[in-house]
């Protein structure tokens, strides 16, 4: 979601009276930014909408060890190195251009809604404040904005997407997938297929906690089938191989052939021989109700097939 009409840290800087370059100020200074220097302001035409209103709020510093991380937020991983890039970013450009997003809380603490990673970057850079915009905003406004701006990263997995979506349907934040399609703004399709991540088995949830690209959305579709079958410790076994290395492609093909087994137990019987111009043999063998023929080398099957003609043409 985008954070607009937010300005840059130096223009609200000098709007305030103080220096373009926020690294510079002393400490005191910046203790009296915080405590008396938010400053209100109306929302522009790119703000956020929620409930077909635009929402004010207030650009400032707070403390960062009075915000708390909501629970909506739905990244399970972090990329450690991009998340050191953007910190250098933010050491060398003197702060954040765009605010985080927090909302007040009733301890006089702030609940983080929006800026998770930026967040993060400030605590690896040990700041002790941050640039943010407070909102006042209800449960169900915080929720929905927080899944919907974290919604629009693209790095985001199916698995990740559909936790933030299945709080929000747990707690009736929104009664149904229809109105969380439209809150925000990802097709049914969508919302079905990052949702299906919790028709698993409970073991496999838990190794997608761990791992969130562990099963890739082509073959969720078939494990959450195999498992309404009957089949869980198969898929459990199946997620199993993924993370000790396996492909996905060839470990749902594994689960596949291992039901099939299940479903037909009987034992192969082994090919037959027979007679073919002089002293050529075809392997026969029959596969359910398939009689397989499998000529040796160097006999052209179609000959075989040419010749099998024949014979029945005289039988005939």
Known sequence: MPEANLKPMEEVLREMGLSEDPVAETSSTLNGLLESSTRHFEPGAAD?????E???GQVGFLPMSKIRKGKYQPRRVFDQEKLALLANTIEDNGGLNNAIVVRPLPDGNYELIAGERRFMAHELLRKQNIYALIR???DEEAAVLSVADNDAREDLTDFERGVSYKLLLDDKIVQNQTELSRRVGRSMATISRCLAYFKLPAPVIGMLEENPELIGNRVVADMVALSDQGHQETVIAAASR???GSSQDSSINWAKSEV?????????SPPKH???KERTQLDARIDGRKVILTPPKGVNPEDVLKYLE??????S
């Open 54 to 56: 635009k929402l004010p």
């Open 260 to 268: 099939r087994k299940k479903a037909n137990p009987h034992t192969p």
């Open 242 to 244: 993924i993370r000790d």
């Open 310 to 315: 024949e014979m029945l043409k005289d039988r």
């Open 136 to 138: 006042d905003l209800t």
């Open 274 to 276: 027979i007679a073919y």
């Open 48 to 52: 956020i909408v929620l409930a077909g």
